[in-house]
């Protein structure tokens, strides 16, 4: 009989599977760009692009109509990239089969999303949402949608820059309007779905000062219920993704971020 491989000895196998595939992924981005600047954001607007169901998860961006930034709307920022990059880690790492032949990109209106058990918004804090889109929003989390809201500012009076908080908590209890925010520890089961991470001390934001802090919105506000929403606040999970071996970020931390990305869709299929 097999001696059992120790927690410690998983964890590290795991993080040097991801170093090899990052690594593997930055290459290959830098092929398809021609060389034309690895990691850049290819920022113009698509508009929502669908592709025919087939059944298996697909990586669901949120298209929303308002926020301008780095050459393209704010709800693009890390685009294609971090989609694309991280779909091929969570392909390699885990036994999922979502698809990597498509990411796609859908306004909270759109019936589409509630095939999709996981949506992701980037920049909340540029985020509005009329009436349908919020009753499309309510009626996906209550059906057992969850939503992952990432690249979020928080202040920073040195660089004279805002807070984006107060705007995203007036979007989000448009749909949510008896939502309670919760501050998320290490301990918290979101963070040991599939990886253990053990401290929020990287993917810390790269233009904001501080600490990541995590928060979440729980299903009747109870947290011994599953989330409904990730909110990933003072930091930018998927810069760390868009930004894959290319040297703005120590692997090290981009492995971390990955693991993180993983934990997110663990644990929303299991809960």
């Not at 930034?69 to 989609?83: C, K, L």
Request: hydrophobic content about 35%; proline content about 6%.
């Amino acid at each position: 009989m097999t001696s059992p491989v120790p927690k410690t000895t998983k964890r590290i196998i795991a993080l040097l599977a991801i170093s090899v595939v990052v690594s593997a992924t930055a290459s290959t981005t830098a092929a398809q760009r021609g060389g034309q600047g690895v990691g850049r954001n290819v920022q113009y607007d698509p508009g929502p692009q669908k592709a025919k169901y087939d059944g298996r998860w697909a990586f669901v961006r949120v298209r929303y109509n308002q926020g301008l930034g780095r050459g393209g709307p704010s709800w693009a920022h890390d685009w294609p990239a971090g989609e694309t990059h991280f779909m091929q880690i969570l392909d390699f790492v885990t036994n999922l089969d979502a698809r990597q032949d498509t990411t796609l990109i859908l306004n909270l209106d759109d019936p589409e999303i509630f095939k999709y058990p996981i949506i992701y918004l980037c920049e909340p804090g540029f985020w509005t949402m009329n009436d349908k889109e919020a009753a499309s929003l309510r009626a996906y989390l209550q059906k057992g949608g969850m939503i992952i809201f990432d690249d979020f500012h928080s202040i920073d009076r040195a660089a004279g820059g805002g807070d984006d908080w107060p705007y995203f908590e007036q979007a989000f209890k448009q749909a949510m309007p008896d939502a309670k925010f919760q501050d998320l520890d290490i301990k918290n089961t979101l963070f040991h779905s599939f990886f253990d991470v053990p401290s929020f001390d990287v993917v810390h934001n790269n233009y904001d000062p501080g600490q990541p802090i995590f928060r979440g919105v729980y299903e009747d506000n109870d947290p011994k219920k599953r989330l409904l929403a990730i909110i990933n606040y003072n930091t930018d999970v998927s810069e760390y993704w868009e930004f894959s071996a290319t040297g703005f970020n120590p692997v090290s931390d981009t492995n971390e971020a990955y693991q993180i990305g993983v934990n997110w869709i663990i644990y929303g299929f299991t809960h």
